[in-house]
């Protein structure tokens, strides 16, 4: 069984800072790409950043220069760094991981249950 839990959602300001993380837990063999995606009422998910293990990241073009993914994969955690918050980043954000659970076996993707993140202007 394998949990991808979020946390650091919020309210904040238009203009401020939120920090999420996201851990991925269970019987794993590696976790490859993590990423994170958001939806907002009404809308479809998009993604809004994804990164590999290597460290190679890929924004969405309406968070580059705000946000920024990280991962620290002795933790198999991913994070993102808000910055500069604007009322439509509101959204629920959720956490993907691509991971093998046996050795030479493809990557199924897991996720996260979500994490609201709400912008007031």
């Known amino acids: 069984q394998v949990h991808l839990v979020e946390s650091g959602g919020g309210l904040v300001q238009a203009g401020g800072p939120l920090r999420l993380s996201c851990a991925a837990s269970g019987r794993i063999f590696s976790v490859n790409t993590m990423g994170w995606y958001r939806q907002a009422p009404g809308k479809q998910r998009e993604m809004v950043a994804t990164?590999?293990?290597?460290?190679?990241?890929n924004y969405a073009d309406s968070v580059k220069g705000r946000f920024t993914i990280s991962r620290d994969n002795a933790k198999n955690t991913v994070y993102l760094q808000m910055n500069s918050l604007k009322p439509e980043d509101t959204a629920v954000y959720y956490c993907?991981?691509?991971?093998?659970?046996?050795?030479?076996?493809?990557?199924?993707?897991?996720w996260g249950q979500g994490t609201q993140v709400t912008v007031s202007s």
């Open positions: 993907n991981a691509a991971i093998t659970l046996v050795p030479g076996s493809w990557a199924n993707d897991y």
């Open positions: 990164i590999t293990t290597g460290g190679s990241t």
